[in-house]
């Protein structure tokens, strides 16, 4: 069982940063993939990045590409996301989610694809 807790969220003007941590509970951080994904209210969860268990490779949703950086530090069982130049469609409930141990399916942007969740922070991004 893997919990993950997120924070690092808030309220911040058009332009601005944050940065988003999660941090998972158990052994088996360091073999999982991670993501994140956010939901607007009414609307569907959607992906916005992720990172290989190595930290090797990383993908993004066209949307977030270059204002977006996800990272993470097995050491500490956490995985980042340095959000900067916010807009107010980055509005949302952002989740960390991680994959299976050893994944290796392939595609990173769907939720059924992720074991495991974190409760959710909330962004708010102000115009």
């Known amino acids: 069982q893997v919990q993950l807790v997120e924070s690092g969220g808030g309220l911040v003007q058009a332009g601005g940063s944050l940065r988003l941590s999660c941090t998972a509970s158990?052994?088996?951080?360091?073999?999982?993939?991670m993501g994140w994904f956010r939901q607007a209210r009414g609307k569907e969860r959607y992906f916005v990045a992720a990172i290989t268990w190595s930290g090797r490779s990383t993908y993004y949703a066209d949307s977030v590409k270059g204002r977006f950086t996800i990272s993470r530090d097995n050491a500490k069982n956490t995985v980042y996301l340095q959000m900067n130049s916010l807009r107010p469609e980055d509005t949302a409930v952002y989740y960390c989610a991680a994959t299976p141990q050893a994944y290796t399916g392939g595609s990173y942007d769907a939720t059924s694809n992720y074991d495991y969740w974190g409760q959710g922070t909330q962004v708010t991004v102000s115009s």
């Open positions: 158990g052994r088996t951080f360091a073999s999982r993939a």
